[in-house]
């Protein structure tokens, strides 16, 4: 289960809860104080649905886990189509100009109070693009670059309205790449401290690898 789905498990029980306190019939200072209780729980849901929404792009990071499945299909020279599957997402395809292809993360770290509560970071995936092996051919070719977020997320949302609140902090995690190779399929790893790892998906990638040199 996402972090998105615990949290609105946990905005239903308090939507209900809340509810039950508003609609409790009673009178005198008891009709006032479950009216004033109500009105916290359901604030409490709504800010958490809310937060759930924001948060439903991220995964949690509990172990190493297979996150990504990148298969290549040459096209042309240092041209190549990319069928990526995040997680449990339809794939899609996409096109990448260069030698080797590359995929960036963002992961989301709380700060301590929120660690000692075993509160566990969570990432997304931010981008694909290709990368050229030559640093001049870098500085001069085609770049393709493909955005793989969805809209706006937590970490915007915080930046905006909550900056100076010590809720999380953010770092990329380590961008993962390898060589475009027609044919190949890779498979990339999120550790739970945020980086990543690519690895052939099958004996065959690693043996095209093999006869590339890497």
Not at 90 to 103: F, I, K, N, S, Y
Not at 121 to 149: C, I, K, M, N, W
Not at 177 to 192: E, F, H, N, R
């Amino acid at each position: 289960m996402t972090i998105a789905m615990w949290l609105w498990v946990v905005a239903a029980a308090l939507f209900l809860v809340g509810a039950w306190a508003w609609l409790y019939r009673t009178r005198g200072p008891a009709k006032l104080l479950l009216r004033t209780l109500g009105t916290v729980l359901l604030l409490a849901a709504l800010g958490l649905a809310g937060l759930g929404g924001l948060l439903r792009q991220y995964a949690w990071l509990l172990e190493d886990v297979p996150a990504a499945t990148i298969s290549l299909r040459g096209v042309g020279p240092q041209r190549f189509e990319a069928t990526l599957r995040l997680g449990d997402t339809p794939a899609r395809t996409l096109e990448v100009a260069g030698d080797e292809w590359q995929l960036d993360a963002r992961v989301i770290r709380w700060t301590l109070p929120a660690q000692l509560g075993g509160l566990a970071p969570v990432y997304r995936f931010e981008r694909l693009s290709g990368r050229y092996t030559d640093p001049a051919q870098e500085l001069s070719s085609e770049r393709s670059v493909h955005d793989l977020r969805e809209d706006w997320d937590f970490w915007e949302f915080r930046q905006r309205w909550l900056a100076d609140l010590p809720i999380a902090e953010a770092r990329w995690g380590s961008a993962a790449y390898l060589p475009m190779i027609d044919g190949a399929t890779y498979q990339v790893y999120v550790s739970p401290r945020g980086g990543l790892v690519a690895k052939p998906a099958d004996t065959a990638t690693a043996r095209l690898l093999d006869e590339a040199g890497w």
